[in-house]
């Protein structure tokens, strides 16, 4: 059974930082892409930053050059790195996994498998 399990979340003042963690359980991690997206109150999901199965990384524009994206494939774990945290980052943050390689990264159709999400508060 695929079992996605994030973690890391918190409270932070703006200007902090956070590192979010993902486990992947079921399946070949390797093979598979995987996103980072979130979800503030009354506003719909958005993709964060994905990792393709070859390494190559992508992000929103709103988190470029604050976030970093990587990921163990030994331990089976993608990373999400959050600095320079800001109020507006605050949300509900989800892993996702695609067994895809071209693809559009930050369009959540086509992710297969999703973690239940991990809570990040960012105070002015």
């Known amino acids: 059974q695929v079992q996605l399990v994030e973690s890391g979340g918190g409270s932070v003042q703006a200007g902090g930082s956070l590192r979010l963690s993902c486990a992947g359980y079921g399946y070949m991690y390797s093979l598979y892409s995987m996103g980072w997206f979130r979800q503030a109150p009354g506003k719909e999901r958005e993709a964060v930053a994905a990792?393709?199965?070859?390494?190559?990384?992508f992000y929103d524009d709103t988190v470029k050059g604050r976030f970093t994206i990587s990921q163990d494939t030994a331990k089976n774990t993608l990373y999400l790195q959050m600095n320079s945290l800001k109020p507006e980052d605050t949300a509900m943050y989800y892993c996702a996994a695609t067994p895809r390689t071209a693809y559009p990264w930050y369009d959540e159709v086509y992710y297969k498998y999703w973690g239940q999400g991990t809570q990040v508060t960012v105070s002015p």
């Open positions: 990792i393709r199965s070859d390494g190559t990384t």
